[in-house]
Protein backbone atom coordinates (compact mmCIF):
# COMPACT_ATOMS: atom_id res chain seq x y z
CA UNK A 1 0.00 0.00 0.00
CA UNK A 2 1.32 3.09 -1.19
CA UNK A 3 2.43 5.87 1.10
CA UNK A 4 -0.82 8.01 2.25
CA UNK A 5 -3.10 5.58 0.47
CA UNK A 6 -6.09 4.83 2.58
CA UNK A 7 -6.67 0.61 4.24
CA UNK A 8 -9.74 -1.00 2.43
CA UNK A 9 -11.26 -1.15 5.42
CA UNK A 10 -10.85 2.84 5.58
CA UNK A 11 -12.54 2.82 2.12
CA UNK A 12 -15.61 1.00 2.83
CA UNK A 13 -15.90 2.54 6.18
CA UNK A 14 -20.11 3.20 5.47
CA UNK A 15 -20.53 -0.57 5.31
CA UNK A 16 -18.64 -1.04 8.55
CA UNK A 17 -19.45 -0.12 12.25
CA UNK A 18 -16.50 2.39 13.88
CA UNK A 19 -15.67 -0.08 16.06
CA UNK A 20 -14.83 -2.80 13.45
CA UNK A 21 -12.74 -0.71 11.63
CA UNK A 22 -10.79 -0.09 14.56
CA UNK A 23 -10.18 -3.46 14.87
CA UNK A 24 -9.28 -4.53 11.58
CA UNK A 25 -7.00 -1.91 12.24
CA UNK A 26 -5.31 -3.36 14.83
CA UNK A 27 -4.40 -6.68 13.23
CA UNK A 28 -3.37 -5.22 9.89
CA UNK A 29 -0.59 -3.44 12.56
CA UNK A 30 0.19 -7.22 14.29
CA UNK A 31 -0.11 -8.68 11.24
CA UNK A 32 -2.06 -11.77 12.20
CA UNK A 33 -2.71 -14.17 9.24
CA UNK A 34 -5.10 -16.29 11.23
CA UNK A 35 -6.79 -13.88 13.75
CA UNK A 36 -10.35 -13.62 13.23
CA UNK A 37 -12.93 -11.20 13.98
CA UNK A 38 -16.20 -11.89 15.65
CA UNK A 39 -18.92 -10.06 13.17
CA UNK A 40 -22.93 -9.51 13.08
CA UNK A 41 -23.50 -9.27 9.55
CA UNK A 42 -26.63 -7.70 8.29
CA UNK A 43 -28.52 -8.72 5.37
CA UNK A 44 -30.32 -6.75 3.14
CA UNK A 45 -34.29 -7.04 3.30
CA UNK A 46 -36.00 -8.99 0.87
CA UNK A 47 -33.39 -10.99 -0.31
CA UNK A 48 -33.27 -13.97 -2.45
CA UNK A 49 -32.52 -17.50 -1.31
CA UNK A 50 -29.26 -17.76 -3.79
CA UNK A 51 -27.69 -14.71 -2.74
CA UNK A 52 -27.92 -15.57 0.84
CA UNK A 53 -27.00 -19.16 0.05
CA UNK A 54 -24.15 -17.85 -1.78
CA UNK A 55 -22.89 -15.81 1.46
CA UNK A 56 -23.15 -18.42 3.39
CA UNK A 57 -20.94 -20.81 1.16
CA UNK A 58 -18.39 -17.67 1.32
CA UNK A 59 -18.30 -17.11 5.04
CA UNK A 60 -17.41 -21.12 5.59
CA UNK A 61 -14.69 -20.77 3.03
CA UNK A 62 -11.17 -21.21 4.80
CA UNK A 63 -10.11 -22.77 8.03
CA UNK A 64 -10.66 -19.86 9.90
CA UNK A 65 -14.13 -18.79 9.20
CA UNK A 66 -17.08 -20.16 11.01
CA UNK A 67 -20.36 -19.22 11.63
CA UNK A 68 -22.21 -19.63 14.68
CA UNK A 69 -26.07 -18.95 13.49
CA UNK A 70 -28.51 -16.20 12.53
CA UNK A 71 -30.02 -13.67 14.18
CA UNK A 72 -33.59 -13.39 13.02
CA UNK A 73 -34.46 -10.54 14.85
CA UNK A 74 -32.05 -8.11 12.86
CA UNK A 75 -31.98 -10.05 9.76
CA UNK A 76 -28.22 -11.04 10.52
CA UNK A 77 -25.61 -13.84 10.77
CA UNK A 78 -22.98 -13.84 13.33
CA UNK A 79 -19.84 -15.93 13.53
CA UNK A 80 -15.79 -15.48 13.20
CA UNK A 81 -14.54 -14.04 10.12
CA UNK A 82 -11.07 -13.77 8.42
CA UNK A 83 -10.45 -9.74 7.60
CA UNK A 84 -9.88 -10.95 4.01
CA UNK A 85 -13.52 -12.63 4.36
CA UNK A 86 -15.06 -9.57 5.35
CA UNK A 87 -13.10 -7.40 2.95
CA UNK A 88 -15.41 -9.74 0.19
CA UNK A 89 -18.66 -9.38 1.97
CA UNK A 90 -18.49 -6.24 2.15
CA UNK A 91 -18.94 -5.66 -1.90
CA UNK A 92 -21.57 -8.66 -1.56
CA UNK A 93 -24.82 -8.11 -3.15
CA UNK A 94 -26.49 -9.90 0.08
CA UNK A 95 -24.58 -7.71 2.54
CA UNK A 96 -26.11 -4.48 4.13
CA UNK A 97 -23.66 -3.61 7.16
CA UNK A 98 -20.94 -5.74 8.82
CA UNK A 99 -20.41 -4.72 12.83
CA UNK A 100 -18.13 -5.77 15.52
CA UNK A 101 -19.81 -8.90 17.46
CA UNK A 102 -18.01 -6.47 20.57
CA UNK A 103 -18.75 -7.06 24.53
CA UNK A 104 -21.26 -5.90 26.38
CA UNK A 105 -20.88 -5.52 29.90
CA UNK A 106 -23.76 -5.59 32.91
CA UNK A 107 -23.84 -2.44 34.91
CA UNK A 108 -21.92 -3.74 37.78
CA UNK A 109 -21.88 -1.68 41.31
CA UNK A 110 -19.58 0.83 41.58
CA UNK A 111 -35.62 1.70 47.55
CA UNK A 112 -39.63 1.14 47.05
CA UNK A 113 -40.40 2.69 49.17
CA UNK A 114 -39.53 5.97 48.17
CA UNK A 115 -41.20 5.74 44.60
CA UNK A 116 -44.73 4.69 46.19
CA UNK A 117 -44.87 0.93 45.08
CA UNK A 118 -45.44 -0.13 49.00
CA UNK A 119 -48.34 1.79 48.97
CA UNK A 120 -49.93 0.94 45.62
CA UNK A 121 -49.35 -2.98 47.41
CA UNK A 122 -50.79 -1.89 50.33
CA UNK A 123 -53.57 -0.39 49.40
CA UNK A 124 -54.43 -1.28 45.75
CA UNK A 125 -52.77 -4.71 45.91
CA UNK A 126 -50.87 -4.02 42.76
CA UNK A 127 -48.27 -6.50 43.06
CA UNK A 128 -47.50 -7.47 39.43
CA UNK A 129 -49.63 -10.10 39.64
CA UNK A 130 -50.26 -12.36 36.02
CA UNK A 131 -46.72 -10.23 33.84
CA UNK A 132 -43.85 -12.29 33.21
CA UNK A 133 -40.86 -10.05 33.80
CA UNK A 134 -37.64 -11.23 31.37
CA UNK A 135 -34.27 -10.87 33.44
CA UNK A 136 -32.13 -11.20 30.77
CA UNK A 137 -28.76 -10.93 32.42
CA UNK A 138 -26.00 -13.13 34.03
CA UNK A 139 -28.68 -15.90 35.63
CA UNK A 140 -31.11 -16.23 37.80
CA UNK A 141 -30.43 -18.27 41.04
CA UNK A 142 -33.54 -19.49 42.98
CA UNK A 143 -33.60 -17.52 45.86
CA UNK A 144 -36.32 -17.94 48.51
CA UNK A 145 -37.70 -14.94 47.76
CA UNK A 146 -38.46 -15.83 44.28
CA UNK A 147 -39.53 -19.13 44.93
CA UNK A 148 -41.27 -19.19 47.94
CA UNK A 149 -44.07 -20.12 48.65
CA UNK A 150 -44.41 -20.31 44.84
CA UNK A 151 -41.84 -20.87 42.32
CA UNK A 152 -42.15 -18.01 40.21
CA UNK A 153 -39.48 -18.51 37.69
CA UNK A 154 -41.26 -19.90 34.88
CA UNK A 155 -38.64 -20.86 32.74
CA UNK A 156 -34.55 -20.60 32.61
CA UNK A 157 -32.34 -20.09 29.69
CA UNK A 158 -28.90 -20.41 29.32
CA UNK A 159 -27.63 -19.39 26.18
CA UNK A 160 -23.54 -18.75 27.51
CA UNK A 161 -23.38 -22.63 28.59
CA UNK A 162 -26.28 -24.04 27.96
CA UNK A 163 -27.29 -25.44 31.16
CA UNK A 164 -31.08 -26.09 31.79
CA UNK A 165 -31.71 -25.43 35.66
CA UNK A 166 -31.22 -21.96 37.02
CA UNK A 167 -28.29 -20.99 38.24
CA UNK A 168 -26.44 -17.31 38.41
CA UNK A 169 -22.29 -17.60 38.62
CA UNK A 170 -22.01 -13.84 38.83
CA UNK A 171 -25.04 -12.63 40.87
CA UNK A 172 -26.16 -9.54 39.20
CA UNK A 173 -29.12 -10.94 37.48
CA UNK A 174 -30.17 -12.38 40.93
CA UNK A 175 -29.94 -9.10 42.23
CA UNK A 176 -31.87 -7.71 39.53
CA UNK A 177 -34.10 -10.17 39.40
CA UNK A 178 -34.99 -8.91 43.28
CA UNK A 179 -34.91 -5.52 42.17
CA UNK A 180 -37.92 -6.28 40.08
CA UNK A 181 -40.23 -8.96 41.70
CA UNK A 182 -38.81 -10.25 44.93
CA UNK A 183 -40.99 -11.00 47.72
CA UNK A 184 -39.02 -10.39 50.96
CA UNK A 185 -39.86 -13.98 52.04
CA UNK A 186 -36.33 -14.32 53.88
CA UNK A 187 -36.42 -11.19 55.67
CA UNK A 188 -40.25 -11.52 56.42
CA UNK A 189 -41.29 -8.63 54.11
CA UNK A 190 -38.28 -5.66 54.68
CA UNK A 191 -36.94 -6.57 50.98
CA UNK A 192 -39.57 -6.28 48.82
CA UNK A 193 -40.01 -5.49 44.89
CA UNK A 194 -42.27 -3.54 43.58
CA UNK A 195 -44.01 -6.50 41.61
CA UNK A 196 -43.44 -9.02 44.49
CA UNK A 197 -46.17 -11.72 42.94
CA UNK A 198 -44.91 -11.12 39.17
CA UNK A 199 -43.71 -13.74 37.26
CA UNK A 200 -40.26 -14.49 35.85
CA UNK A 201 -38.29 -15.55 33.34
CA UNK A 202 -34.21 -15.52 33.45
CA UNK A 203 -32.49 -15.54 30.25
CA UNK A 204 -28.29 -15.61 31.03
CA UNK A 205 -26.49 -13.83 27.96
CA UNK A 206 -23.54 -12.90 30.15
CA UNK A 207 -20.95 -15.02 32.02
CA UNK A 208 -19.30 -15.38 35.25
CA UNK A 209 -17.96 -11.96 34.79
CA UNK A 210 -20.83 -10.54 33.40
CA UNK A 211 -19.50 -9.94 29.95
CA UNK A 212 -20.72 -11.24 26.85
CA UNK A 213 -20.95 -10.64 23.01
CA UNK A 214 -23.82 -8.15 21.32
CA UNK A 215 -24.77 -11.41 19.51
CA UNK A 216 -25.79 -12.99 22.74
CA UNK A 217 -27.98 -10.13 23.61
CA UNK A 218 -29.83 -10.24 20.32
CA UNK A 219 -30.52 -14.16 20.61
CA UNK A 220 -31.61 -13.46 24.52
CA UNK A 221 -34.12 -10.88 23.33
CA UNK A 222 -35.08 -12.43 19.82
CA UNK A 223 -36.20 -15.88 22.46
CA UNK A 224 -38.40 -13.46 24.58
CA UNK A 225 -40.04 -12.03 21.49
CA UNK A 226 -41.03 -15.90 19.98
CA UNK A 227 -41.60 -16.96 23.43
CA UNK A 228 -43.47 -13.81 24.58
CA UNK A 229 -47.14 -15.15 24.70
CA UNK A 230 -46.12 -18.81 26.01
CA UNK A 231 -45.41 -17.12 29.39
CA UNK A 232 -46.94 -14.04 28.93
CA UNK A 233 -43.96 -11.64 28.59
CA UNK A 234 -44.87 -7.98 28.72
CA UNK A 235 -41.77 -6.84 30.12
CA UNK A 236 -37.78 -7.09 29.50
CA UNK A 237 -35.49 -6.03 32.12
CA UNK A 238 -31.73 -5.08 30.33
CA UNK A 239 -29.33 -3.74 33.14
CA UNK A 240 -26.59 -4.03 30.24
CA UNK A 241 -25.09 -2.44 27.64
CA UNK A 242 -21.82 -1.07 25.63
CA UNK A 243 -20.78 2.04 24.37
CA UNK A 244 -22.84 3.78 21.81
CA UNK A 245 -20.48 4.45 18.59
CA UNK A 246 -23.03 4.91 16.33
CA UNK A 247 -26.89 6.03 15.84
CA UNK A 248 -29.71 3.92 17.31
CA UNK A 249 -30.46 3.22 13.33
CA UNK A 250 -27.75 1.36 12.60
CA UNK A 251 -26.95 0.11 16.06
CA UNK A 252 -27.84 -3.70 16.03
CA UNK A 253 -28.89 -4.30 19.59
CA UNK A 254 -31.24 -0.72 19.73
CA UNK A 255 -32.72 -2.26 16.31
CA UNK A 256 -33.58 -5.73 18.46
CA UNK A 257 -35.22 -4.43 21.72
CA UNK A 258 -37.59 -2.16 18.96
CA UNK A 259 -38.18 -4.87 17.63
CA UNK A 260 -39.16 -6.44 21.14
CA UNK A 261 -41.27 -3.12 21.59
CA UNK A 262 -43.11 -3.74 18.16
CA UNK A 263 -44.15 -6.88 19.26
CA UNK A 264 -46.11 -5.79 22.53
CA UNK A 265 -43.00 -5.82 25.13
CA UNK A 266 -42.16 -3.03 27.45
CA UNK A 267 -38.49 -2.44 27.36
CA UNK A 268 -36.61 -0.96 30.40
CA UNK A 269 -32.79 -0.44 29.88
CA UNK A 270 -30.19 0.95 31.79
CA UNK A 271 -28.58 4.09 31.07
CA UNK A 272 -25.46 3.52 32.26
CA UNK A 273 -22.62 4.01 35.24
CA UNK A 274 -20.61 6.72 33.36
CA UNK A 275 -21.82 9.62 34.66
CA UNK A 276 -21.64 12.31 35.50
CA UNK A 277 -20.19 13.44 32.18
CA UNK A 278 -22.60 14.24 29.27
CA UNK A 279 -23.14 12.10 26.46
CA UNK A 280 -22.60 8.42 28.44
CA UNK A 281 -25.55 6.60 27.69
CA UNK A 282 -25.15 3.30 26.61
CA UNK A 283 -26.77 1.42 23.73
CA UNK A 284 -29.61 -0.14 23.94
CA UNK A 285 -29.94 2.91 26.27
CA UNK A 286 -30.14 5.20 23.37
CA UNK A 287 -32.82 3.79 21.28
CA UNK A 288 -35.44 6.74 21.56
CA UNK A 289 -37.91 4.21 21.69
CA UNK A 290 -37.77 2.20 24.64
CA UNK A 291 -37.20 3.22 28.62
CA UNK A 292 -34.36 4.35 29.48
CA UNK A 293 -33.33 3.97 33.14
CA UNK A 294 -31.34 6.93 35.31
CA UNK A 295 -30.02 6.24 38.83
CA UNK A 296 -31.63 8.63 41.63
CA UNK A 297 -29.99 8.55 44.66
CA UNK A 298 -33.02 8.88 47.87
CA UNK A 299 -30.34 9.11 50.48
CA UNK A 300 -32.24 6.23 52.19
CA UNK A 301 -34.87 8.53 53.20
CA UNK A 302 -38.71 7.96 52.11
CA UNK A 303 -39.36 11.82 51.64
CA UNK A 304 -38.32 13.19 48.20
CA UNK A 305 -37.21 16.80 49.50
CA UNK A 306 -33.38 14.87 49.15
CA UNK A 307 -33.63 13.14 46.07
CA UNK A 308 -31.12 13.48 43.17
CA UNK A 309 -29.75 12.11 40.27
CA UNK A 310 -26.95 9.97 41.35
CA UNK A 311 -23.43 10.95 40.52
CA UNK A 312 -23.03 7.53 38.33
CA UNK A 313 -25.58 7.84 36.16
CA UNK A 314 -25.15 8.26 32.59
CA UNK A 315 -26.42 11.56 31.09
CA UNK A 316 -27.32 11.96 27.90
CA UNK A 317 -27.59 13.72 25.39
CA UNK A 318 -27.36 10.14 23.05
CA UNK A 319 -25.22 9.73 20.27
CA UNK A 320 -27.84 11.03 17.86
CA UNK A 321 -28.74 14.27 20.48
CA UNK A 322 -31.46 12.59 21.68
CA UNK A 323 -32.71 13.62 25.56
CA UNK A 324 -32.67 10.46 27.26
CA UNK A 325 -32.97 9.46 30.05
CA UNK A 326 -36.71 8.69 30.46
CA UNK A 327 -36.92 8.34 33.76
CA UNK A 328 -35.07 7.64 37.26
CA UNK A 329 -35.26 4.73 39.57
CA UNK A 330 -33.67 4.09 43.02
CA UNK A 331 -29.97 3.21 41.99
CA UNK A 332 -27.81 3.68 45.10
CA UNK A 333 -27.20 1.13 48.04
CA UNK A 334 -30.21 -1.29 46.98
CA UNK A 335 -30.41 -4.22 49.15
CA UNK A 336 -31.75 -7.68 47.30
CA UNK A 337 -30.98 -10.96 46.67
CA UNK A 338 -27.38 -12.72 46.56
CA UNK A 339 -26.72 -15.56 44.29
CA UNK A 340 -24.46 -18.18 47.09
CA UNK A 341 -20.76 -18.33 45.66
CA UNK A 342 -20.86 -15.74 42.75
CA UNK A 343 -18.47 -13.48 41.84
CA UNK A 344 -20.30 -10.50 43.20
CA UNK A 345 -20.43 -12.52 46.77
CA UNK A 346 -16.46 -13.28 46.57
CA UNK A 347 -15.74 -9.79 45.26
CA UNK A 348 -18.29 -7.35 47.66
CA UNK A 349 -18.09 -9.39 50.60
CA UNK A 350 -18.53 -6.62 52.90
CA UNK A 351 -21.48 -5.42 50.81
CA UNK A 352 -23.39 -8.66 52.52
CA UNK A 353 -26.18 -7.92 54.38
CA UNK A 354 -27.07 -11.23 56.54
CA UNK A 355 -26.61 -14.77 54.92
CA UNK A 356 -29.31 -14.13 51.75
CA UNK A 357 -29.19 -10.45 50.89
CA UNK A 358 -26.48 -7.70 49.28
CA UNK A 359 -26.52 -3.88 49.01
CA UNK A 360 -25.21 -2.89 45.39
CA UNK A 361 -25.54 0.22 43.48
CA UNK A 362 -26.17 1.07 39.65
CA UNK A 363 -28.65 1.94 36.94
CA UNK A 364 -28.34 -1.83 36.97
CA UNK A 365 -30.90 -1.88 40.14
CA UNK A 366 -32.57 1.03 38.87
CA UNK A 367 -33.60 -0.45 35.72
CA UNK A 368 -35.30 -4.13 37.24
CA UNK A 369 -37.10 -1.94 39.93
CA UNK A 370 -38.92 0.73 36.86
CA UNK A 371 -39.22 -2.92 35.17
CA UNK A 372 -41.40 -4.27 38.37
CA UNK A 373 -42.98 -0.49 38.63
CA UNK A 374 -44.18 -1.52 34.76
CA UNK A 375 -45.65 -5.30 36.03
CA UNK A 376 -47.82 -3.44 38.40
CA UNK A 377 -49.21 -0.74 35.86
CA UNK A 378 -50.09 -3.45 33.80
CA UNK A 379 -51.52 -5.36 36.20
CA UNK A 380 -54.01 -2.17 37.09
CA UNK A 381 -54.59 -1.93 33.44
CA UNK A 382 -53.77 -5.24 30.94
CA UNK A 383 -54.54 -3.19 28.12
CA UNK A 384 -51.78 -0.65 28.10
CA UNK A 385 -49.38 -1.18 25.22
CA UNK A 386 -45.26 -0.02 25.69
CA UNK A 387 -46.07 3.48 24.18
CA UNK A 388 -48.90 4.04 26.49
CA UNK A 389 -46.36 2.74 29.33
CA UNK A 390 -43.81 5.27 29.00
CA UNK A 391 -46.07 7.54 28.54
CA UNK A 392 -47.90 7.22 31.29
CA UNK A 393 -44.68 7.14 33.78
CA UNK A 394 -43.04 10.15 31.90
CA UNK A 395 -46.08 12.21 32.33
CA UNK A 396 -46.33 11.57 36.03
CA UNK A 397 -42.95 11.30 37.53
CA UNK A 398 -41.84 14.25 39.56
CA UNK A 399 -39.50 16.84 38.09
CA UNK A 400 -36.13 16.55 39.19
CA UNK A 401 -33.81 19.66 39.54
CA UNK A 402 -31.72 20.10 36.52
CA UNK A 403 -33.05 17.13 34.54
CA UNK A 404 -36.48 17.00 31.85
CA UNK A 405 -36.32 13.20 33.07
CA UNK A 406 -38.68 13.16 36.39
CA UNK A 407 -38.37 10.23 39.66
CA UNK A 408 -40.90 7.90 39.29
CA UNK A 409 -44.05 8.42 40.88
CA UNK A 410 -46.33 5.15 41.27
CA UNK A 411 -49.36 5.93 42.90
CA UNK A 412 -49.90 8.75 39.92
CA UNK A 413 -48.63 6.53 37.36
CA UNK A 414 -51.42 3.62 38.58
CA UNK A 415 -54.07 6.17 38.81
CA UNK A 416 -53.35 7.10 35.33
CA UNK A 417 -53.23 3.41 33.80
CA UNK A 418 -56.88 2.84 35.45
CA UNK A 419 -57.86 6.52 34.22
CA UNK A 420 -57.01 4.52 30.57
CA UNK A 421 -59.38 2.60 30.96
CA UNK A 422 -62.49 4.49 30.86
CA UNK A 423 -61.93 5.50 27.08
CA UNK A 424 -59.26 2.65 25.82
CA UNK A 425 -60.56 -0.51 23.28
CA UNK A 426 -58.39 -3.28 24.47
CA UNK A 427 -55.09 -3.80 22.52
CA UNK A 428 -53.33 -6.83 24.20
CA UNK A 429 -55.17 -9.99 25.03
CA UNK A 430 -54.59 -10.43 29.39
CA UNK A 431 -53.41 -14.09 29.99
Known sequence: MGKGQKAWFEQVAHSLDPVL???????????????????IVRLKKDLENEKKEHLLQLCQEGECNAVHGELELVHGLYGNLHPETIRQ?????????????????????????????????????????????????TGIYPHADLTRPKNR???????????????????????????????????EGLYTAPAPEANLVGVKVLDGNGSGQLSTVIRGIEWCVKNKQKYNIRVLSLS??????????????????????????????????????????STPGLDPMIITVGAADDHNTVTRGDDEKASFSSRG????????PDVYAPGTDIVSLSAPGSQLEKQLPENRVGEHYIRLSGTSMATPICAGVV????????????????????????????DQAGYLDVR???????KYLEFQKPTVSHM
Not at 267 to 278: F, K, L, M
Not at 317 to 324: A, E, H, N, R, S
Request: aromatic share 6%.
Open 21 to 39: VHELRRLREHDDDKATVPV
Open 89 to 137: LVEHEAVDRIFHDREVRAFLDVATRSIGSRDVQAKLEYTGKGVTIAIVD
Open 153 to 187: ILKFVDLVNGKTEPYDDQGHGTHCAGDAAGNGYQS
Open 240 to 281: LGAPAFESYRDDPVAQAVEKAWHSGIVVCAAAGNEGPYPMTI
Open 317 to 324: PTIDQLVK
Open 375 to 402: AQLLEANPYLSPNDVKSILMSTSQEMSG
Open 412 to 418: KAVALAK
